[in-house]
């Protein structure tokens, strides 16, 4: 079993930054891909980004590359998503996640969520 607690949302003009964290306890992460995805209101989740807990290594979807950058802290268990130059369709509830697969964009695929939290990106 793993927890996972969001933090870190909040509200943001467009343009600016921020940056969320997901703390998490429970199993080792090491062995695990953690990745952030996002809801609007009426839209389905979505990937934003993942990261390997073990290499590091990292994916993006297309509309966050280059202005998102997933880290973890591994002293900390924690992960995060610095999120800059927000524009007003970046707002939604942001979600971590952990799967199994590796650095995987597939909703289905992540078993452990943790609440999320809102970011909104006034215009």
């Known amino acids: 079993q793993v927890q996972l607690v969001e933090s870190g949302g909040g509200l943001v003009q467009a343009g600016g930054s921020r940056r969320l964290s997901c703390a998490a306890s429970g199993r080792t992460l090491s062995r695990y891909t953690m990745g952030w995805f996002r809801q609007a209101p009426g839209n389905e989740r979505e990937f934003v980004a993942a990261?390997?807990?073990?290499?590091?290594?990292?994916n993006y979807a297309d509309s966050v590359k280059g202005r998102f950058t997933i880290s973890r802290d591994d002293a900390k268990n924690t992960m995060y998503l610095q999120m800059n130059s927000l524009k007003p369709e970046d707002a939604a509830i942001y979600y971590c996640a952990t799967t199994d697969v590796f650095l995987t964009h597939r909703v289905e695929e992540y078993r452990y969520w943790g609440q999320g939290t809102q970011v909104t990106v006034s215009s």
């Open positions: 990261i390997s807990w073990s290499s590091g290594n990292t």
